[in-house]
C-alpha cells in the first residue's frame, strides 16, 4: 500500500481520487481564475505522470481526452500518481484565445517568475506544483490559426525510453522534433522529465478521430509507463496502425493568392511530385498546380480554402 499523495498542501489517501482547485490569478473583474485539477493516487507505489491540455487555450481537443482517459481509469487499481490538467491556459480557454490577456504566448514562457507577467506566472506554478513531483507527462495540442492535424506524437526519439513511450502511445505517426526554447517540452526534458506532446486535429474542435487517437494513446502509454497495472479492469486499446516515423517536416506554401481546392487528406501517403490540390479564383475551372516537394505523408493542412501567397497549406512528414 502506498502512502498518501501531497498536492497542493492536501494529502490524497492510496486508492482514491480529489478534484482541486488550483489558484491561477484574478480578472480585472475580481473574478478568481483557478486550474482544475484531478489527482488519482494508486493503491501502490509507481510512476507519477501528468495529462495537460489547453496551453493554448483555443486548443481544446486534449480537454475531452483527458475526461475520456479519467472515466476509463479506476484508482483503485492503479500504481503510482496521475495528475491530470484538462485546462492549463484558463485566461485563453474562457476567450477562445490561443494567448493569454497579455498576447504572450504560455508555451514560450516556461518555466516561468513567480515575478514576472501573468503567462511567466501561471508557467512557474504549473512548473512547480505539476512538473516538479512528475516523472512523465504527455501535453495534448492540435493545430493552430485554421489547420488541422493528423494525430501524432512528437519527441525526441533519440531518446530510448521516450521513443518507447511514443511507440506504445501507437498514433499513426510519431515526429523526431527538437524543443523550442520557453516550451512546456523543453523546461521538463531538461529537469530530466520524460514527455510526449499529442498534436491532433482543429481549434475550438472535439476533433472525433483526433480524440478517439489522443485516447486509445494515451492509455496505451500509461500502461507501457506503469501506471495502469496489468490485468486491471482498464481495458487498454490494441494499436490500430504501426506508426510511420519521421525526422524532417516541411510545409508546402501557397505561390499565390486564391482558393485553395486541397486533394489529399489527413494520413494519405504521397510521391514527391504528386498533385496535393489546385489554386484558382473563385471562377476558375482550372488553376494553379500545388505539388509535394518531397514523399512524406500528409500530416496537417488549411481548413480554409481563402489563402495568400506564402500561406503555408499542407504540412509534410517525409518518410524515408
Given at each position: 500500500m502506498s502512502d498518501s499523495f501531497v498536492f497542493a498542501g492536501q494529502a490524497i489517501a492510496p486508492a482514491s481520487r480529489r478534484q482541486i482547485r488550483l489558484p491561477a490569478g484574478r480578472l480585472p473583474s475580481g473574478t478568481e481564475l483557478s486550474?482544475?485539477?484531478?489527482?488519482?493516487?494508486?493503491?501502490?507505489?509507481?510512476?507519477?505522470?501528468?495529462?495537460?491540455?489547453?496551453i493554448h487555450g483555443d486548443e481544446i481537443v486534449g480537454v475531452e481526452i483527458i475526461r475520456r482517459v479519467l472515466e476509463e481509469l479506476d484508482e483503485k487499481t492503479l500504481a503510482g500518481t496521475l495528475i491530470a490538467i484538462p485546462v492549463v491556459n484558463v485566461f485563453g480557454f474562457v476567450s477562445g484565445?490561443?494567448?493569454?490577456?497579455?498576447?504572450?504566448?504560455?508555451?514560450?514562457?516556461?518555466?516561468?517568475?513567480?515575478?514576472?507577467?501573468?503567462?511567466?506566472?501561471?508557467?512557474?506554478?504549473?512548473?512547480?506544483?505539476?512538473?516538479?513531483?512528475?516523472?512523465?507527462?504527455?501535453?495534448?495540442?492540435?493545430?493552430s490559426d485554421d489547420r488541422t492535424n493528423l494525430a501524432q506524437i512528437r519527441g525526441n526519439l533519440d531518446d530510448p525510453e521516450t521513443r518507447r513511450l511514443a511507440l506504445a502511445f501507437a498514433p499513426p505517426l510519431v515526429v523526431h522534433s527538437k524543443t523550442i526554447r520557453g516550451s512546456l517540452r523543453d523546461t521538463a526534458l531538461k529537469a530530466g522529465k520524460k514527455i510526449l506532446l499529442f498534436e491532433g486535429g482543429e481549434p475550438r474542435r472535439f476533433s472525433p478521430a483526433a480524440v478517439k487517437a489522443g485516447v486509445a494513446g494515451a492509455l496505451r502509454a500509461l500502461a507501457a509507463v506503469g501506471i495502469v497495472e496489468p490485468g486491471a479492469d482498464t481495458t487498454i486499446p490494441a494499436p490500430t496502425v504501426e506508426p510511420a516515423e519521421s525526422r524532417a517536416t516541411t510545409w508546402v506554401r501557397a505561390s499565390r493568392g486564391g482558393i485553395f481546392r486541397l486533394g489529399v487528406k489527413l494520413g494519405d501517403r504521397v510521391a514527391r511530385g504528386e498533385l496535393l490540390g489546385i489554386i484558382g479564383d473563385p471562377s476558375d475551372r482550372g488553376g494553379t498546380e500545388v505539388r509535394a516537394r518531397v514523399t512524406g505523408m500528409v500530416m496537417g493542412h488549411a481548413v480554409n480554402p481563402l489563402v495568400h501567397q506564402g500561406d503555408g497549406i499542407v504540412h509534410l512528414a517525409e518518410l524515408e
Open positions: 486550474l482544475p485539477i484531478e489527482v488519482l493516487h494508486g493503491h501502490r507505489p509507481g510512476p507519477t505522470v501528468w495529462l495537460s491540455g489547453a484565445s490561443r494567448y493569454l490577456p497579455d498576447r504572450r504566448d504560455l508555451n514560450r514562457c516556461f518555466p516561468g517568475s513567480s515575478r514576472g507577467s501573468l503567462a511567466s506566472r501561471l508557467a512557474r506554478v504549473f512548473v512547480d506544483q505539476v512538473v516538479t513531483p512528475c516523472d512523465f507527462g504527455i501535453d495534448f495540442h492540435a493545430g
